[in-house]
């Protein structure tokens, strides 16, 4: 129950947002975006009650950029905790700080979710004091006060999370002799690969052809799958691999995902 309960901690609760994602970032036009829109200003699409008015249509209208998006819960917590559900419309200067505070949560937020995600493997019993302390520290500057939070120096917090990161990585993959890959894969032909215990941490994988191959065990921390080809591909017991980066790749009902995460709804029409 534990588990379950941090998993939904760590996801979007649109409900209970107020649309922050839709307001605080900026996003220029591209294949992405269909319009361009600066940092705290809201898109054309968000309605008064904070609900997108084209939720169910953003790929057709250009905006697939949306559909890739997530803020692992930050947004909630911005909304509901950090400040007390108090509405960005009602306080210019309560709406610039919430602003700037929403990706900075966002990124702490992402931190929990490997942390969780790395203690709850049993191949690292050994640190797992060290991950539950990092834990409880990555947990408690959450639960900061809005300047505190845009004090920090995340940067740094980043840095030394990463680095507890990579031995997990290692004690996963060490049975594969820790195989590292290319960072940059761009379009490569790796139908049906053996790519078994593979390192893609911060590789372009940016329409790869990965039909068919076995990508299991791999860690995908940073990689970039957008319109990846992972019909058939088999990505079990991979780690630090997220809904949005598989929401970005393509593929079919012959995916096989962790258990923790989903096949997108537009894999079922993807041919």
């Known amino acids: 129950m534990e588990k379950v309960h941090q998993q939904n901690q760590l996801k979007a609760d649109c409900e209970n947002c107020y649309g922050l994602c839709c307001v605080a970032l900026p996003f220029g036009k591209s ?5 361009e829109k600066e940092g705290g200003a809201p898109c054309h699409n968000l309605e008064s009650n904070f609900r997108c008015s ?7 209208n250009g905006f697939k950029g949306c559909t890739v998006f997530e803020c692992f819960g930050a947004g909630q917590k911005v909304s509901q905790i950090t400040f007390h559900g108090r509405d960005w ?10 602003f700037a505070v929403f990706p900075l949560m966002q990124q702490l937020h992402e ?3 490997y942390l969780y995600e790395a ?5 690292t019993k050994s640190i797992h004091k060290e991950l539950q302390k990092a834990l409880d520290e990555t947990e408690q500057m959450t639960n900061l006060s809005p300047k505190s939070i845009l004090d920090l120096e995340i940067h740094i ?4 999370i990463n680095e507890l990161l990579l031995r997990v990585s290692d004690l996963v993959r060490a049975k594969f002799n820790n195989k590292k890959s290319k960072k940059d894969l761009i379009g490569a032909k790796l139908r049906g690969a053996n790519l ?3 390192n893609f941490r911060g590789a372009w994988l940016i329409a790869a052809d990965l039909r068919e191959a076995d990508m299991s065990m791999c860690d995908f921390i940073g990689s970039d799958l957008r319109d990846a080809d992972l019909r ?3 990505l079990t017991g991979s780690i630090f691999l997220t809904q949005v980066q598989v929401n970005s790749a393509n593929g079919d009902i012959h995916t096989k995902l962790p258990d923790t995460l989903k096949l997108p709804p537009h894999w079922l029409n993807f041919k």
Request: hydrophobic share 40%; net charge positive.
């Open 31 to 35: 294949a992405d975006f269909a319009m």
């Open 54 to 60: 084209i939720h169910n249509e953003l790929r057709n």
């Open 89 to 98: 419309r009602e306080d210019q200067k309560v709406a610039k700080e919430m």
């Open 111 to 113: 931190m929990l979710l």
């Open 119 to 123: 203690r709850s493997l049993g191949a």
């Open 157 to 160: 917090h980043r840095t030394r």
């Open 196 to 198: 078994k215990g593979s």
């Open 232 to 234: 058939g591909a088999n």
